[in-house]
């Protein structure tokens, strides 16, 4: 089975602060790794993804999250936030292939960061 | 081309009543999902169709819960009788195969009362 763990449900700071939210996932194949992005009242916005290749995958709005196979983690930067990236981030992985997840993307509990003037 | 679409978006009812809602996925899109958000945590999955098969339903409180996607593009789920613990905000997505990346749409938010 795959899962994700999200390390800091909440995550406060200052504008034009640089950010990581944390993430490490655990799953016994090869998996497609995830960020999507919450606001107030909405669905879920893909932020990026990694498929394959390159480790660093740039996403959106100036994200960007590097893969560490070893360490198990995708964890998520931005080297300056702005107040309107407030909001609540979700990390989720996919099994691309075989076994009894195949198809199925697992969230996190989700980060909540909060960007202060 | 034009996102998931869910509705209603909001919806309000006593508890031990019944509630739908309703999905329309993207054009083409052979897997369509059913997710439950409840308020601080992450959604997870009810139910997964690819076209109209289920391929998951293993986290689908059946006694109450019930979905269906009967000519393979949109579908319906619905709850019978609702309890409080299922206020949640049900999402809806999609994606063009399996491995592929998930669209979501805006979301049905339930209370329950």
């Known amino acids: 089975a795959q899962s994700v763990t999200q390390l800091d449900s909440q995550v406060p700071v200052f504008e034009e602060a640089p950010v990581e939210l944390r993430c490490n996932y655990s799953s016994s194949v090869s998996v497609y790794l995830f960020w999507y992005v919450q606001y107030p009242n909405q669905g879920l916005q893909l932020l990026l993804k990694y498929l394959s290749g390159s480790t660093l995958v740039k996403g959106i709005n100036g994200f960007e999250a590097e893969f560490n196979k070893s360490q198990t983690s995708f964890h998520l930067r931005k080297p300056s936030v702005h107040i309107s990236d407030t909001a609540e981030y979700f990390c989720a992985v996919k099994s691309p292939a075989g076994g009894t997840s195949y198809g199925k993307l697992t969230f996190g509990q989700g980060t909540i960061l909060t960007v202060h003037p | 081309e034009a996102g998931v679409a869910q509705s209603p978006r909001y919806k309000i009812i006593e508890k031990r009543q019944s509630v739908a809602f309703w999905c329309n996925p993207i054009s083409g899109h052979a897997t369509l999902y059913w997710y439950q958000q409840i308020l601080g945590q992450g959604p997870k999955l009810l139910i997964q169709?690819?076209?109209?098969?289920?391929?998951?339903d293993s986290q689908l409180p059946k006694d109450r819960f019930s979905a269906e996607r009967l000519k393979g593009v949109d579908s319906t789920l619905k709850i019978q009788p609702a309890k409080l613990e299922d206020s949640a905000v049900y999402l809806c997505?999609?994606?063009?195969?399996?491995?592929?990346?998930?669209?979501f749409g805006e979301g049905s938010r339930l209370t329950v009362l």
């Open positions: 169709f690819q076209n109209n098969g289920v391929v998951d």
């Open positions: 997505a999609s994606s063009s195969q399996l491995a592929g990346e998930l669209f």
